[in-house]
């Protein structure tokens, strides 16, 4: 079966479909279209993947469709995930695509929605006939067992603060973390493990900021890092604190002992998916916040050298 999926979005978004990929990887050729750097991370569970930005994707968009073909023209089944209230992009996919089944759907679930994004995603595959197992592909993230990994070797030897995320409304402020990177750096458990500041393209902005109150030689400050940089750096890290951001969707996903920080995010929705997950919920950057990530930084650690053998937790 030849399927096509187009899903533009930031990295989390994007990551938000691994499950229900992974699962109908062996099922199907999938053809995927979204962006970058989402994009890198669907490669291996797809026989293509393509960059929406390219040429000839435009033609969704259009008014009109014309004489010409989308780059992809073959699928036997399309779903695409756009707000199209004006039904523009359903109708150019039915005219480009006229022998295919074609199934247009909301981008998230709604808000307040009961269900994780992953779940909605899955059941949108799964409504288009696709053999999807929405639940089922959801426990095998859960569980650690993606087809294809990390592949981990070598010694955790780091401890990764993400401060960032792509929306300002579900970030803390830089001085919450810089008092967390201080309090957890002192602390006995964490002193063999170096220190990463990880800022992505969102968060490029705060580098002076970390640069100027930390001590040079106290941490490493990892800036807009490509793929293999951060996989590297993901796959010698024993903690990964960070907010509702993709960077922390990828440590999760990946078998990083991971605390996710939310502050407007709904967990039900959004909780990274993974076999070491802690979801702590707060508006506000107070000192109680700053325990409750330190106690579960202090969980993860001591679990970080085992094997995995526990469900996501929430606190």
Same mark, same amino acid.
């Given at each position: ?41 669907? !490669? ?10 390219? &040429? ?5 968009? %259009? ?11 073959? %699928? ?33 679930? $709604? ?30 993230? !859960? ?9 981990? &070797? ?96 990828? &440590? ?41 990530? $330190? ?21």
């Amino acid at each position: 079966m030849d399927v096509l999926i187009i899903r533009p979005g930031a990295l989390g978004d994007t990551l938000m479909l691994l499950p229900a990929l992974s699962d109908l990887s062996d099922k199907a050729a999938i053809t995927f279209v979204g962006r970058q750097p989402g994009l890198e991370f669907i !490669r291996p569970y797809v026989h293509e993947a393509m960059d929406l930005e390219t &040429s000839g994707w435009h033609r969704l968009f %259009a008014d009109e469709p014309d004489d010409k073909r989308l780059p992809v023209s073959g %699928a036997e089944v399309v779903v695409a995930f756009f707000s199209d209230e004006s039904g523009v992009i359903y109708r150019n996919l039915r005219s480009y695509m006229p022998y295919a089944s074609v199934h247009l759907c909301r981008s998230f679930p $709604l808000k307040g929605e009961d269900i994780h994004v992953a779940q909605y995603l899955g059941r949108c595959l799964k409504s288009a006939g696709l053999p999807v197992d929405p639940v089922r592909s959801i426990e095998t993230i !859960r569980s650690g067992r993606l087809k294809e990994g990390l592949g981990r &070797s070598g010694k955790r030897s780091k401890i990764i603060f993400h401060p960032g995320s792509g929306s300002l409304e579900k970030n803390h402020p830089p001085d919450f973390w810089l008092n967390l990177f201080d309090t957890i750096c002192r602390e006995t458990e964490f002193r063999d493990l170096e220190p990463v500041i990880l800022l992505g393209p969102a968060e490029e902005r705060l580098h002076p900021y970390f640069r100027d109150n930390l001590r040079p030689g106290d941490v490493q400050i990892l800036s807009s890092p490509n793929k293999e940089q951060l996989m590297e750096t993901l796959n010698k890290a024993a903690l990964c604190v960070g907010h509702d951001s993709g960077i922390t969707h990828l &440590s999760a996903m990946f078998c990083t002992p991971t605390v996710a920080l939310f502050r407007e995010s709904d967990p039900a929705q959004w909780a990274p998916l993974g076999p070491f997950v802690r979801v702590i919920q707060s508006k506000e950057a107070d000192h109680e916040l700053l325990g409750s990530t $330190l106690k579960a930084s202090r969980h993860f650690i001591k679990k970080a050298f085992t094997s995995i053998e526990s469900p996501v937790k929430k606190s």
